[in-house]
């Protein structure tokens, strides 16, 4: 059976276009893209008036923590998968920082099964560089992608023994395989709260300064010029990053770079009155780093937004500002969050979706993220003009550690598809 979706507003990232169409779906798959004025009168198919809403690939989401296994209690796959639906999201790349971490076949195995039963959405996992995430002894690599796993990454425990992650890559590179990794110089971000600067100061908290990013990243960037492997910067939040990566990009390096979305919408002031729902790591950053971050998106120069999803159970965020976990969930809110920026003038529709959608499925060799006939019919059907106030207390998530809780957002979702069907409906 066909399904047409008539009269909306196609978002396509690869062509850098919006305009009105149909789009026809058939058997999972994109089969065609019609003009507004087309005859559609004579094709049998299932029909899905979108009234001019925006239609744009699914959100491709790398770096979601579901806490399964060990600790099911502040999300499970199921409940991922409903918050993802929600927001858009129609492929989420979980990370591996899970206990016992995702460093095994067996482990990776399970993760998969569980997945495969109870998310709704698409689900791909990571698996860790090194056993435990301690940073002492890599993974067995070719065994774990025989497995199924996508990247590899340490999530945000950074390898300090640059001859343990020299021979990583080297050996990451031998077999294709992605490396993704937090770039924190460790020594100086260990303890921080916030960022460092006049506002850290103020309120006595332990801050950390923005060159910590910048020295992780350059001595990854040496490192790549070593190996050649394929590499993703989790998280670029500062402006004193940049150059390092612009250089490394025009060097001719396999290297991509992301950012979370509470670092493109949110700035340190924020925590305003020790607010821990505002507590993330890296933490949040100056107005200029925001902005930044937000022109380096528009330029390319940083590829990929994501949604840095952190589940935390209340227990771990009811406590003073230093103690508190960092983290916060954003499944639902990634998409009407990211629209703030649209909604500023900052990022077209186009340009949003090619780093939400098109630039993560590029990155990890997925077909996705666009809107040509053959591509899966992942798909998201939202207003971007719709308004709401958020309440944590209805998100999908089993967490609800949201900086957004009581915000005016703009942007609702009406719709989600994976592989042309509609989980949810």
């Given at each position: 059976m066909k399904t047409l979706f008539e009269n909306a507003r196609l978002i396509d990232p690869e062509a850098g276009t919006e305009a009105p169409g149909h789009l026809l779906v058939q058997d999972g798959r994109i089969l065609d893209r019609l003009e507004p004025g087309a005859e559609t009168g004579g094709i049998e198919a299932r029909r899905i008036a979108c009234g001019g809403a925006c239609l744009a690939p699914g959100i491709v989401d790398i770096g979601v923590k579901v806490s399964e296994p060990g600790e099911r209690h502040k999300?499970?796959?199921?409940?991922?998968?409903?918050?993802?639906?929600?927001?858009?999201?129609?492929?989420?790349?979980?990370?591996?920082?899970?206990?016992?971490?995702?460093d095994t076949p067996e482990t990776l195995e399970f993760v998969a099964r569980r997945a495969s039963a109870d998310a709704a959405v698409n689900v791909l996992p990571m698996a860790a560089l090194t056993k435990g995430r301690d940073g002492r002894e890599m993974t067995e690599i070719g065994f774990l992608l025989d497995a199924g796993a996508v990247a590899?990454?340490?999530?945000?425990?950074?390898?300090?023994?640059?001859?343990?992650?020299?021979?990583?890559?080297?050996?990451?590179?031998?077999?294709?395989?992605?490396?993704?990794?937090?770039?924190?110089?460790?020594?100086?971000?260990?303890?921080?709260?916030?960022?460092?600067?006049?506002?850290?100061?103020?309120?006595?908290?332990?801050?950390?300064?923005?060159?910590?990013?910048?020295?992780?990243l350059d001595r990854d960037i040496a490192l790549l010029e070593m190996t050649g492997a394929a590499y993703h910067a989790d998280q670029i939040t500062t402006a004193r990053a940049l150059p390092a990566l612009e250089r490394a990009k025009a060097n001719g390096l396999d290297i991509t770079a992301g950012v979370g979305?509470?670092?493109?919408?949110?700035?340190?002031?924020?925590?305003?009155?020790?607010?821990?729902?505002?507590?993330?790591?890296?933490?949040?950053?100056?107005?200029?780093?925001?902005?930044?971050?937000?022109?380096a998106v528009g330029s390319g120069l940083i590829d990929i937004i994501c949604s840095m999803h952190t589940p935390q159970d209340e227990e771990s965020k009811r406590l003073p500002y230093e103690e508190a976990a960092s983290g916060a969930v954003a499944l639902e809110t990634l998409l009407?969050?990211?629209?703030?920026?649209?909604?500023?003038?900052?990022?077209?529709?186009?340009?949003?979706?090619?780093?939400?959608?098109?630039?993560?499925?590029?990155?990890?060799?997925?077909?996705?993220?666009?809107?040509?006939?053959?591509a899966p019919a992942d798909l998201v059907l939202f207003d971007p003009e719709a308004s709401f106030r958020l309440d944590r207390f209805t998100l999908r998530s089993k967490s609800r550690n949201t900086p957004f809780d009581g915000a005016i957002l703009q942007g609702s979702v009406l719709g989600t598809w994976v592989a042309g069907v509609r989980p949810d409906a």
């Open positions: 999300e499970s796959f199921a409940s991922a998968g409903r918050a993802a639906l929600a927001g858009g999201v129609t492929t989420i790349v979980t990370r591996p920082d899970t206990l016992p971490a995702i590899f990454s340490d999530a945000d425990r950074v390898v300090t023994d640059t001859r343990v992650f020299s021979r990583a890559l080297t050996y990451a590179k031998s077999l294709g395989a992605l490396v993704i990794a937090h770039v924190q110089e460790p020594g100086l971000s260990a303890g921080a709260a916030v960022t460092s600067g006049k506002f850290a100061s103020l309120r006595g908290l332990p801050g950390v300064s923005p060159m910590a990013e910048r020295m992780a979305i509470h670092h493109l919408t949110l700035n340190e002031l924020d925590v305003a009155d020790y607010r821990t729902f505002f507590k993330l790591k890296p933490p949040l950053r100056a107005e200029e780093d925001r902005m930044a971050a937000v022109e009407p969050a990211a629209l703030r920026l649209v909604h500023a003038g900052q990022l077209t529709l186009p340009q949003l979706f090619r780093a939400l959608s098109l630039n993560p499925a590029r990155r990890l060799g997925l077909a996705c993220g666009r809107l040509a006939p053959g």
